[in-house]
């Protein structure tokens, strides 16, 4: 499959595709978009909201693939019938952005967000098991009638399950039995070296490089003192701040060992960029380009 080239997200906000867009527009050689972002809560199913349109501007202008980054599939879920419908309509709603956008392939953040009537906000983290590995195989398959390539994201913890170091041999569990594609988040991986306080290469060696479709490059910040009774001070995922160097080193190290790798993303968060940060971010992705391509 053909690679992409350096990536950049697309969120459905005024000022910050208003900032981004030379970003968008020159700089980036594909764009990514969260589906859920773009719809609103029909009668019975998801229905696009008026962002979609807008998106789908973007696309036929620029005339660049995207790709699809899910957030609510909540593949960690066991298979329910009381869940069933919330699926069924998620699905189709998916099936419809496809046929409208053509995501070259589609990632899913790992985790689970909804169990027995439990619904979180974000994705949670799942015990390395057999029986979650099978869970989250089985239902990211169930997107591939609907685009050929799918995967998923790893994620940052900021409460563990025995070694966190057991992660990646999970995700490779998961990515044989599903025949699945890993997008590795180098700064949730630099994220979990730094709160549990191992060296990120010992990490990363963990990973079947060969089963890495797309790169997630962004940076973080660090928590308040007075979150935590310990007052202690915990790396964020947060998406605020420059590429830290260390995702930058690992980025180069890993690069030319993934054959199938056929993007890089650069991510940031909407609301955390102004005027003053834009050369910064498009020099990111200038920089990653090089990584990319050049080596
Ligand atoms: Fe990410």
């Known amino acids: 499959m053909k690679p992409l080239g350096v990536g950049f997200v697309l969120h459905p906000e005024t000022e910050y595709l208003g900032l981004c867009r030379e970003i968008i527009e020159d700089e980036a050689e594909f764009l990514e978009v969260t589906p859920e972002t773009l719809w609103q809560v029909g009668d019975v199913h998801p229905v696009p909201s008026p962002w979609y349109r807008l998106i789908d501007d973007i696309r036929e202008r620029s005339g660049k693939p995207f790709v699809g980054h899910g957030l609510l599939m909540s593949p960690g879920t066991a298979d329910a019938a009381a869940d069933e419908r919330r699926v069924a309509g998620w699905l189709q709603q998916i099936a419809r952005d496809q046929e409208r956008f053509h995501f070259e392939w589609y990632t899913e953040h790992l985790g689970w967000m909804d169990a027995n009537g439990i619904v979180a906000d974000f994705p949670l ?79 990363l060696a963990g990973i079947d490089l060969s089963r890495v479709i797309e790169i997630h490059l962004s940076g973080g910040s660090e928590s308040e003192p007075g979150w935590l009774p310990s007052g202690r001070v915990l790396r964020l995922d947060s998406h605020d701040g420059p590429v830290p160097e260390p995702v930058w080193q690992a980025l180069s190290d890993i690069r030319p060992r993934c054959p199938n790798l056929r993007g890089v993303t650069v991510e940031r968060l909407d609301g955390t960029i102004t005027e003053a940060d834009v050369p910064a971010l498009r020099d990111e992705v200038r920089r990653a380009r090089r990584i990319f391509w050049e080596g």
Do not use: M
């Not at 609907?146 to 041999?169: C, H, K, L």
């Not at 569990?173 to 599903?178: A, D, H, K, L, S």
């Not at 988040?185 to 060296?199: A, E, I, K, M, W």
């Open 125 to 203: 983290l799942l015990p390395p098991t057999e029986e979650a590995a099978q869970t989250v195989a089985r239902r990211l398959s169930r997107l591939k009638p609907i685009i050929a390539d799918v995967g998923f994201e790893n994620q940052v913890s900021y409460f563990a399950f025995g070694d966190v170091r057991s992660e990646p041999p999970f995700w490779n569990r998961i990515c044989t039995v599903g025949n699945l594609w890993l997008l590795l988040d180098l700064h949730n991986c630099y994220t979990q070296s730094v709160n549990y306080n191992f060296p990120l290469d010992e990490y």
